[in-house]
């Protein structure tokens, strides 16, 4: 696409996406999704397990080859721009024995700031340090990371994430196996970097605090189904086209309503937490 | 003196050098749940070797290099392949593919050494530290006399040269090479460039591999790949700390391992001397079950929290 053609909203979006298809073994994971990220939102994707939708990720951010499909960032291919972009991955994805400690992952995120012949100063030392300060925690920076517990651990990852000071973090299930207070302290992290003007992109699996949390999404499986406002996209017909009519007509009606707060937490204790 | 420097200075340090080397890149086979690749490549040094003999008909050391650097990237392709169709783990197709392939060559060895050519199944496993004999090393003069440095078995600056290009890789990619053992995905999203940093890695190993299989045998190179670092990681939770750890097990084996093949036979009053590198590798092990029930950093401690 020559960059003449390019819409308004693709060049100020931090990540747009058209047509990105990706394939393990000629089996289409993701099939040719389109999605512009609103700049300074905070957007969720969704779908069902296996709806490709970290694979999706993975490909905008350049981790895994698509297929088909074109990046955007700002405007410009992904492969100029990939400092605009930090990445949180799953807390499962690595091994957490690793000799490190809490203050030498947060490190891993000053990377494209050291050239080799270079060893860390005390001013890229105090930036990793105010990362920790606003996750909160600071008093664990010399401490080995396999002695954290699961909420600590994310924290650490989204403080890596921070460092980079990236206009987009895209974040792949940042809620997975933390607990209430740990998701609340996370969530008002990222509350803080919207305030700032950045763009937030979740993969989230809790449908019942989709619409506490974020202000778009995207639902997908495979294929893009919807994507928009909350309000406009995140509806009953939605969902049923996402999860295949897998989903019960009372839990619909309790997610896509404005719910009172004590249903939420009623649904919050039954939902399946990965 | 004149005895040790001409007898046992030249394959002490070749013998220091590898173990150093290979102990080095072991640390970060070790991290990646890769040791096993160390030890596929240097078994297929062997059908490597074989084959470049069978092909060109000499023991040139460049064509047994270049025979195993050949059997080492075929190996590698094979490990990749049997991984994706076979959809097995990356240990499981290593396993696979370095038996399956030296037992091809100690077959070609077996029909070929009919021929009477010197290249032998031993030879290949213990290497012949024993004959790197530095003729001219006759007393302390020899270290500063030109002539005599020129006498020196060529495997010892093959080895010193393959060492530096270890070290200098370690220090100039230190921080890919961490980000990309750590977390790949993440190395990937910062343009670490994974991928390259894997195949880099793999390739010293291999280089490393067969300059020491040529000067030592594939006992010490597999022992070193493996042994040192694991020991090291239980030492410590730094990965700074258990580098340096490794570093100093590494030339621990390699001298006590040398000195007692010399002498312990000696001291138990037999008339006859032990492998070196055999000896090497034995303490490299003992070395790691000292580590595995003395080590301070035994318990894996991320296991009791994650879920």
Same mark, same amino acid.
């Given at each position: 696409?020559?960059?003449?053609?390019?819409?308004?909203?693709?060049?100020?979006?931090?990540?747009?996406?058209?047509?990105?298809?990706?394939?393990?073994?000629?089996?289409?994971?993701?099939?040719?999704?389109?999605?512009?990220?609103?700049?300074?939102?905070?957007?969720?994707?969704?779908?069902?397990?296996?709806?490709?939708?970290?694979?999706?990720?993975?490909?905008?951010?350049?981790?895994?080859?698509?297929?088909?499909?074109?990046?955007?960032?700002?405007?410009?291919?992904?492969?100029?721009?990939?400092?605009?972009?930090?990445?949180?991955?799953?807390?499962?994805?690595?091994?957490?024995?690793?000799?490190?400690?809490?203050?030498?992952?947060?490190?891993?995120?000053?990377?494209?700031?050291?050239?080799?012949?270079?060893?860390?100063?005390?001013?890229?030392?105090?930036?990793?340090?105010?990362?920790?300060?606003?996750?909160?925690?600071?008093?664990?920076?010399?401490?080995?990371?396999?002695?954290?517990?699961?909420?600590?651990? $994310?924290?650490?990852?989204?403080?890596?994430?921070?460092?980079?000071?990236?206009?987009?973090?895209?974040?792949?299930?940042?809620?997975?196996?933390?607990?209430?207070?740990?998701?609340?302290?996370?969530?008002?992290?990222?509350?803080?970097?919207?305030?700032?003007?950045?763009?937030?992109?979740?993969?989230?699996?809790?449908?019942?605090?989709?619409?506490?949390?974020?202000?778009?999404?995207?639902?997908?499986?495979?294929?893009?189904?919807?994507?928009?406002?909350?309000?406009?996209?995140?509806?009953?017909?939605?969902?049923?086209?996402?999860?295949?009519?897998?989903?019960?007509?009372?839990?619909?009606?309790?997610?896509?309503?404005?719910?009172?707060?004590?249903? $939420?937490?009623?649904?919050?204790?039954?939902?399946?937490?990965? | 003196?004149?005895?040790?420097?001409?007898?046992?200075?030249?394959?002490?340090?070749?013998?220091?050098?590898?173990?150093?080397?290979?102990?080095?890149?072991?640390?970060?086979?070790?991290?990646?749940?890769?040791?096993?690749?160390?030890?596929?490549?240097?078994?297929?040094?062997?059908?490597?070797?074989?084959?470049?003999?069978?092909?060109?008909?000499?023991?040139?050391?460049?064509?047994?290099?270049?025979?195993?650097?050949?059997?080492?990237?075929?190996?590698?392709?094979?490990?990749?392949?049997?991984?994706?169709?076979?959809?097995?783990?990356?240990?499981?197709?290593?396993?696979?593919?370095?038996?399956?392939?030296?037992?091809?060559?100690?077959?070609?060895?077996?029909?070929?050494?009919?021929?009477?050519?010197?290249?032998?199944?031993?030879?290949?496993?213990?290497?012949?530290?024993?004959?790197?004999?530095?003729?001219?090393?006759?007393?302390?003069?020899?270290?500063?006399?030109?002539?005599?440095?020129?006498?020196?078995?060529?495997?010892?600056?093959?080895?010193?040269?393959?060492?530096?290009?270890?070290?200098?890789?370690?220090?100039?990619?230190?921080?890919?090479?961490?980000?990309?053992?750590?977390?790949?995905?993440?190395?990937?999203?910062?343009?670490?460039?994974?991928?390259?940093?894997?195949?880099?890695?793999?390739?010293?190993?291999?280089?490393?591999?067969?300059?020491?299989?040529?000067?030592?045998?594939?006992?010490?190179?597999?022992?070193?790949?493996?042994?040192?670092?694991?020991?090291?990681?239980?030492?410590?939770?730094?990965?700074?700390?258990?580098?340096?750890?490794?570093?100093?097990?590494?030339?621990?084996?390699?001298?006590?391992?040398?000195?007692?093949?010399?002498?312990?036979?000696?001291?138990?009053?037999?008339?006859?001397?032990?492998?070196?590198?055999?000896?090497?590798?034995?303490?490299?092990?003992?070395?790691?079950?000292?580590?595995?029930?003395?080590?301070?950093?035994?318990?894996?401690?991320?296991?009791?929290?994650?879920?």
């Amino acid at each position: 696409m020559p960059d003449s053609l390019l819409g308004k909203a693709v060049i100020a979006s931090p990540l747009a996406l058209q047509g990105v298809t990706v394939s393990y073994d000629h089996r289409p994971v993701v099939h040719s999704v389109d999605f512009v990220t609103p700049p300074g939102s905070m957007s969720a994707i969704i779908g069902p397990n296996g709806a490709g939708k970290s694979t999706l990720l993975k490909a905008a951010l350049g981790i895994t080859r698509r297929l088909s499909g074109e990046v955007r960032v700002f405007g410009r291919p992904l492969e100029q721009e990939t400092r605009h972009l930090a990445f949180v991955p799953q807390r499962s994805s690595i091994d957490w024995d690793f000799p490190a400690r809490v203050i030498d992952v947060v490190g891993m995120g000053l990377y494209r700031d050291l050239r080799w012949w270079q060893f860390g100063s005390r001013k890229l030392r105090r930036r990793a340090m105010e990362s920790l300060v606003r996750v909160g925690m600071e008093g664990f920076a010399e401490r080995q990371i396999g002695q954290l517990s699961g909420g600590q651990q $994310q924290r650490v990852f989204l403080a890596r994430a921070l460092v980079q000071e990236a206009d987009l973090t895209i974040l792949d299930e940042p809620f997975a196996g933390v607990d209430a207070a740990t998701e609340a302290a996370i969530i008002q992290v990222l509350k803080s970097l919207r305030d700032e003007g950045r763009t937030l992109l979740c993969v989230h699996h809790d449908l019942a605090t989709v619409r506490e949390y974020f202000d778009h999404v995207l639902l997908m499986n495979v294929r893009r189904v919807a994507a928009g406002p909350v309000d406009e996209a995140f509806t009953e017909d939605n969902l049923q086209a996402t999860y295949g009519g897998r989903l019960s007509p009372v839990q619909l009606a309790r997610l896509v309503e404005p719910t009172p707060a004590g249903w $939420q937490a009623e649904w919050q204790e039954g939902t399946e937490r990965r | 003196m004149n005895e040790f420097m001409v007898f046992s200075l030249v394959p002490l340090a070749v013998s220091i050098i590898i173990s150093m080397t290979c102990a080095l890149l072991g640390n970060f086979l070790v991290l990646r749940r890769q040791s096993l690749i160390g030890d596929a490549i240097s078994h297929v040094a062997l059908p490597g070797i074989v084959v470049s003999f069978l092909i060109t008909g000499t023991l040139a050391s460049f064509a047994m290099m270049l025979g195993a650097g050949v059997a080492a990237l075929v190996t590698v392709a094979l490990i990749e392949l049997i991984r994706r169709l076979g959809r097995v783990e990356g240990s499981a197709a290593m396993g696979v593919v370095f038996t399956s392939l030296f037992a091809v060559g100690v077959l070609l060895l077996e029909w070929h050494g009919a021929a009477g050519v010197h290249l032998d199944v031993e030879h290949a496993l213990y290497g012949n530290l024993e004959s790197l004999i530095w003729f001219e090393g006759v007393g302390l003069g020899a270290l500063v006399d030109p002539a005599a440095l020129a006498e020196l078995p060529p495997q010892l600056g093959r080895v010193a040269w393959v060492a530096l290009a270890v070290v200098a890789f370690v220090i100039v990619m230190r921080r890919p090479l961490v980000l990309s053992t750590f977390d790949p995905d993440f190395a990937a999203s910062m343009r670490a460039r994974p991928a390259l940093v894997d195949l880099l890695l793999v390739t010293l190993v291999a280089v490393a591999a067969i300059a020491a299989f040529e000067a030592v045998g594939s006992i010490i190179v597999i022992a070193m790949f493996i042994c040192p670092a694991a020991a090291a990681r239980l030492m410590t939770n730094r990965l700074g700390a258990q580098i340096a750890w490794s570093q100093c097990f590494a030339l621990l084996a390699a001298v006590s391992g040398y000195l007692l093949a010399g002498e312990a036979p000696l001291w138990l009053g037999f008339e006859v001397s032990l492998s070196a590198a055999g000896m090497i590798a034995t303490v490299a092990g003992l070395i790691l079950l000292a580590a595995c029930l003395f080590g301070p950093c035994r318990a894996r401690t991320g296991a009791a929290h994650n879920g």
